[in-house]
């Protein structure tokens, strides 16, 4: 049974499970457990992670750790970016946000109309 089945069962959402997955870069149950617990109460952390660059090329959003206060306030205006509300750096895809996140223990990211 894959760990995305296991969180499943444990009764999380499907939104919730790719989240925790993504943030913890599939690293296990354990981590992803930890993350769930961690998050469980952000804001935004039910809404469906929506792409964020232009192309398509699959960057999410709401996948890089934090999902975060600003994610659903850009509603007319297409996300460019993604920013840290913990220290302000911006990151043109969510990969390079995931690596930050990783590298600074920062959680709280929301999406950007800038470039």
Request: hydrophobic letters at 30%.
């Amino acid at each position: 049974m894959s760990d995305k089945d296991t969180l499943l069962e444990f009764g999380f959402s499907a939104v919730r499970v790719d989240k925790a997955l993504k943030a913890t870069n599939n690293s296990g149950l354990q981590p992803a457990l930890d993350w769930l617990d961690t998050h469980e109460n952000d804001a935004g952390i039910d809404d469906p992670a929506v792409p964020v660059d232009s192309d398509n090329s699959g960057a999410l959003a709401g996948a890089e750790g934090g999902g975060g206060e600003g994610a659903s306030s850009v509603s007319n205006e297409h996300a460019q970016s993604l920013v840290c509300n913990e220290c302000n750096k911006q990151f043109k895809n969510a990969d390079l946000a995931q690596y930050h996140a990783t590298k600074t223990g920062h959680s709280d990211f929301s999406e950007s109309t800038e470039a």
